[in-house]
Every structure is written in C-alpha cells, then in structure tokens.
DNA sequence: TGAATAGTGTCTCTCAGACAGTATACG
DNA sequence: CGTATACTGTCTGAGAGACACTATTCA
C-alpha cells in the first residue's frame, strides 16, 4: 500500500475451506478422512473441503456446505470453530492457494460415511492419522495436529466434551471423552465430584435412567456455562518416567 | 467442487493482513492504531494492515512486513501469532476481502511511533479503544476484542508475558505485565513465588541487579518452558459482588 | 447370590491466598 | 534514623488424587 499508488493492484488469490470432523466411535478419537482420487496427492488421504462456491460466500457458510456435501453432516447441531489460515505459497502444487481450517466436533456417529458425495470418506483413529502411516495430503497433518491440540487444550477449560456425546449423556460417556481425546486414564469416581462441582457445566435432565448391566446411571445435558471454573486439568504428562516405588 | 465441473472455476478473493500489535506503556496496556486518511472509514481508527503484495507473498511474510511498514518494529525480535481470519462478506464496503489477523506483542516502547509511513499512528489505552468511545474501522473492533481475549488467556498458559519485558527483567516488571492485561491487582508476594515455581519459565539473569530506590532486585530472562506447569491462573472474576466482611 | 456399574465419604498432599516479618538499598 | 522496595516464612482453606465403601440393577 506504499509504493506504486497508481499502477499496483492487490493480487487476488484462491481460498479453500477445509474442515476437522472429530467424533467419538467406540471409545475411540476419530477424525473424518477422504481419499484423494485425483491429482495431486491422488490416493492419499486429506481432510474434507473445497474452494468458495463464489467470491461472496461466506467462508462459515462454506464450512456448513462441506459438511453437508462430503460428511452429510447438519452444522447447526454441531460445534464448529474456526481454526485458522493456512496459506504458506506451496502448500498446494497447483498454486496459490489460502486455506481456512475449520474444526468440527461431532457425536459418536455408529455408522461409516456411505452414499455421500466423495468416495472413500472413512473414519480413521487420530492416534493413526498422526502416526505416520497415513499419508495425509497438502499440509494437512499440520492442519489435523493443530485441530487435535485445540481440542485437548479446550477440554481443559470449556464444555467442548458435551459435543461429542447427544444432548443428554452420562458422566460416564463424558469421562470416555476426556480420556480418548487426552489419551489417559482416569479415576471415575475423583471425575464424578470433580465435573459436578464445576458450576454450569452439567445439568440434570430429568430422573431418566439407562439401559446398561449394573447400576442406572442419571442422565445429563450441557449445562449453560461457557467456560470451566474450575477447569479440568489434563494430567500431567512429566509423571511418565514413574517407578512402582 | 461438485457441480458443473466443466465450466465452474473457483472465486479469487482479495486477502489482506491486519496486525494487533499489544504493548505495556507506563504500566498501562496499549494498542497501535492508526488514523484512516481515505475512505471508507476516513477519520476513524484502525489496526495497521494491508493487501498482499503479490499472489506469492507468505501471509506471515506480510505480516512482517506490514509490521516494519506501519510501526517500524522488526518482528524478528517479537512474539507473533495468526489469531485468524476475518472474512464476513460486507465487512470491507469495497467489497470482498479475506483478512488474516495476526497477534504482536512488543516490548514497552517509551515514545510514540513517529516518522512512519502511515499518519497519525499512536499507541491507545486497550480499555479506551474498546469502550466504545473510539471509532474502529471494519471489524477491527471485533478483532481487538478477540486479541486481548486471546493475550489474556495466554498469559495464563504460556509465557507470554516475558514478550512484553525486555530480554531482562525483574519480577515486578513481570507483575505488572499481568496486572496490566488482566487488569487486576496481585500480591507481590504469592506472585514471586508462584512465578519460580514454574519450572523453564524465568531463569536468572546473572547477579545483576536495578536502579531504583529500595532494594535492588534481582534480573531474570525468559526460560525455555513453552507452556508453564502449573499454569498462573487469572483471579476469580465471580468475586466482584465483595462485601467489607 | 455375585458381578457389574453408579455414586459417596474420607484421607493426604499440594497449592493459592492472606499477611507477618526480614533484607538491602537511598536519603 | 525512616522509608521504600525486594524477598522469605507461615498459616489456613480449597482442590487433586488415591481408594474404601455403599447403592442399585441384571442374571
């Protein structure tokens, strides 16, 4: 904007959404991956995505739209952030293009993908995709490490758990949340009083009970605090290296 | 990316960088602002920013340079971080512009930026620019808003409050970092050493000492400690309604 | 009844906040 | 000497983690 007042025009450039579904299957963190079938990175997996439709879409309504499009997912049940930009010149080999990631958390969905617009959508486990034996395409394992972290970081200090289970669910269900997506075991019984007492969080919905061996649980929905005070800290992670003293 | 795949190309878009460069002046919080010459929004305040200079210049990249422009400051030496990207169409009246907001902290600069390229630009109170009594141009109040956000929780996690110090300081200069962003008072005390108990985030800096009267106090440098453990965390604001006992 | 899951009580250790008290400079 | 700032020690109450114990269901 210095030079050049009269002769420069500011460059124009493609811009992408591409999204991070998260969800729960069986106890398991899982991200939602699409097998590329064309060029470049054909064959290899990346996250799901596209360009604007237009230059007047709005780039929260292109996430809904891919979500839509490639997952069949509803955006307005789920929680949806925006991630960030990603637009390091290179990042695709067709050129220029500014990536807007979007992180999606979803509630344990029992089936695959099937019958959706791109072939080979598959849930794989997070632990997997990060691994190195998947071969993401783009910068997309940056984009999915950065997702992942974002969401272990906001379980600390928000409701995000809530979003992964239905509107109601169980401490139990809850605490399943928070020990696939840290990776860790918890005590559930220190986990019970500790997400009880955090004002807001949880709220009681109804009497209802559960089918399940044992004793029935009390149901719960997400309670209407925006933040955890207190938080719920993730463990820490310097008590690796434990002896059996 | 499904439809009319034959003739349907995707949409090129403007892409600008827009910078909330945070700094502590006489123990107060501050933001760099500058005063619009041209429409829209003439005569209005706004953050500093600008177009990408070509349709290969790095998004960071620009936000260096933005950076050196505008507030002549070598973003080598200072913290920076994307915040995101502002894209609601009609938020720029010229029509469709993607902007990437990227989040500075400076160390405390004693004089008002002068001989710059861009007019008119001054350090202003955080707390007045979003008071409403400051006319923001764009979203940039939306912006602001979500970069002290972000800085304030940081400070919490990280040891972000060392970018606004020096490379040395004494723990007083760090206390006053935080009492300034979160805008609380703290005890110096519990605050001295709550601060070296997190193991990484202060280190000394030599028997150097301080000119001022009272004891002199001893320098530190920011440690190599990327998230602080356990973390420093922000008063209880639900503590407001206090009575005097 | 036993197995399985849900939920409670209680102990101990650590940490946060309050604040008395000591140390070292300047005038 | 007093004053101002830097730093240390100690008390108390709240929360984290460990784990014994009670409650409620199904087979």
Redesign the pocket.
């Known amino acids: 904007m210095t030079d050049d007042e009269d002769t420069w025009t500011p460059p124009e450039i493609l811009v992408a959404v591409d999204l991070v579904i998260l969800t729960l299957r069986a106890s398991v963190f899982h991200v939602l991956l699409i097998e590329r079938g064309i060029e470049p990175f054909k064959g290899a997996q990346a996250l799901p995505g596209g360009f604007l439709n237009n230059a007047e879409e709005d780039i929260y309504a292109a996430a809904l739209r891919e979500l839509r499009e490639e997952a069949d997912l509803d955006g307005t049940d789920l929680h949806i952030e925006q991630l960030g930009a990603y637009g390091t010149p290179g990042r695709d080999p067709r050129g220029r293009v500014l990536s807007i990631a979007y992180l999606a958390i979803a509630p344990g969905l029992p089936d695959p993908v099937a019958g959706t617009d791109a072939s080979g959508a598959a849930w794989v486990p997070v632990e997997r995709a990060l691994s190195g034996d998947v071969q993401l395409a783009f910068d997309h394992w940056k984009i999915l490490d950065d997702a992942v972290e974002r969401a272990r970081s906001k379980l600390e200090h928000t409701p995000l758990a809530t979003a992964f289970c239905g509107t109601t669910f169980?401490?139990?269900?809850l605490q399943e949340v928070y020990e696939a997506v840290w990776g860790v075991d918890?005590?559930?019984?220190?986990f019970?009083?500790?997400v009880?007492?955090v004002p807001g969080f949880i709220e009681s919905a109804g009497a209802d009970?559960?089918?399940?061996?044992?004793?029935?649980?009390?149901l719960f929905r997400a309670g209407p605090a925006a933040t955890l005070h207190?938080?719920?800290?993730?463990?820490?992670p310097s008590n690796d290296s434990e002896e059996g003293r």
Request: overall charge positive; cysteine-free; hydrophobic content about 20%.
């Open positions: 169980t401490i139990a269900d918890l005590d559930p019984r220190n019970y009083r500790k009880q007492r009970r559960r089918m399940t061996t044992g004793r029935p649980a009390r207190p938080p719920l800290t993730r463990p820490d």
